[in-house]
């Protein structure tokens, strides 16, 4: 590691100190407004979860009403009230839903019985773009050319349902600037009340290199980044930001190519700071700027750790160099400081994107960072690459946590760390194993566990069941216009069906597991078997199964597992029917495994 200024600098700043170079995209296209292919923002998607200790029991229609009273004692339950006729509510020991509902299904008479569920709907904020920014929802909708995976996404649906964020968080953005007039970020972008680090009321944070009180954006990174914190909101235009609502403070540091000083840098958190001693309730400052080499500063490490003793938290990407960052160190990241994360980035199937370093011991965590969909200057959006992107997504979560509390820079920083969904493809990469769960990191908000949350944009992560089947998709579905249909192609009879492989679900903790479906037949009676199966690698240590009568109308196949081993494990999710005649099995919508 060298000192700035020596001779291992690529190329010379305006003062002849050694460039922060690589604003760490990858590649940009300017768009001036929205696609026309865009996927819609769906309406807010009904989650499940379900209540403790309540049971739902439907009996058959030859079956009294007095039956059910004795059906519930029978397995250890109590009938609280009858909800409609042949459908009861039962009340069952907390921990138990499970457990009891395997034990009516094997009851005669029992038509039904299955968990109390709860309904809320995830909150969508209805921009028309919505649909392209996989990163915070991915339903597996392709996106810059590249097809998606089902929940290889941040989770901030769910995390909206606590918070959308506050007008009264800042964070300190620092890059080429950000264009304060863009139509999706004008309302959420810092207003100075006057004399706040030496400008006049109204303007919108600072500029080092013109030392003028002029933020604007001449190079298109800082707009970006500041779209993905947050972009405003459910305002019908463009795209929304981890935030729909915080304030940016832009000060610009870095020129319309990315290149900047560490002295300019320097000069940025400096004001920054300053602002905060004026009143400025700055909390989080992010920096996707970084060397190109192994150049170290103690000037920026001590400016860091002032930052720490301010109370702000330091959000920095890991690089665009495919490095090991613990073999070849890059900076800011390298520094490591108690405030500081340092972020790499991930693609849309959940894999350590193709450009970005890592580091087992220098890069805390990653998030989305390809072919992410944001804003762009003169109010035009467009896609960017890169861990610069990856790390406004980190940045943006502190901020929505900070809304609904205040926490110290290291509460955040912890927050964030311990709440990452582990990865297969992050182990041994990044220090937490993991990518960035915007819902875990939040408190109160409760995170349905999805596998696959029904073939609205495509089978994608479904299988048909054998050889002797096909799984195509089909217009008109449970809910929204789409589903899967499953047939046997067989000459006689043969098990039809379909099973999530390989897009299984990782177990994050203990808890009860549901898995639910969908279905309808073509002719009445066959029978569908539901089967959930836990696996440590290879090794199967637990299932649950559930047998439905189909009709041809749509109703809900379900069963709820507690793994054994949560938290190593995966489930494995597969829906059949033992003997489908030919050219016949069924179809199916909305499937799903969540968590309660």
Known sequence: MTPTGSKHRLRLGRNGVAPIVGLAMVASALVASPPTDAPAARPGRVRAAFQDGAVLLGLDSARPASAAHTIAAHVGAVEERTLAAGTYLLRVQAGRVATTIAALRRQPGVRYAEPDYLLATDAEPDDPAFGLQWGLENIGQTVGGAAGKVGADVSAPAAWNVTTGSGSVVIAQLDTGVDYTHPDLVDNVWTNPGNVGGCPAGTHGYNVLAHSCDPMDDG??????????????????????????????PVKFANATGLAATSDLISAMEWVLGAKGAGVDVRIMNDSVTYVRDVFSQALLDEINKLGENGILFVTAAGNTKQDNDTTPRYPCNYGTTNEICVAATNQKDNLAAFSNWGLSTVDLAAPGTSIYSTLPNGGYGYISGTSMAAPLVAGTAALILATGDRTAADLKAAILDNVDPLSSLSGRVRTGGRLNVCKAL?????????????????????????????????????????????????SAATCGLTDQPNWVQTTSSGTYSASLWVKAPTAGAKLTLRLRELQGTTQVGQQTATVTLGTDWQQASLTYVPVAAGSSTLDYRATIASAPPGTCFEADDAAITKS
């Open 443 to 491: 408190q109160g908000c409760t995170s349905p566990l999805v596998g696959n949350p029904g073939f609205e944009a495509s089978t994608s992560g479904w299988a048909r069941f054998s050889s002797a089947n096909t799984l195509t998709r089909v217009s008109g579905g449970h809910s929204g216009s789409w589903a899967a249909e499953a047939t046997n192609i067989a000459t």
């Open 220 to 249: 298109g990174h800082g707009t970006h980044v500041a779209g993905i914190m947050a972009a405003a909101g459910n305002n019908s235009l463009g795209v929304t930001g981890v935030n729909w609502k915080a304030m940016i403070l």
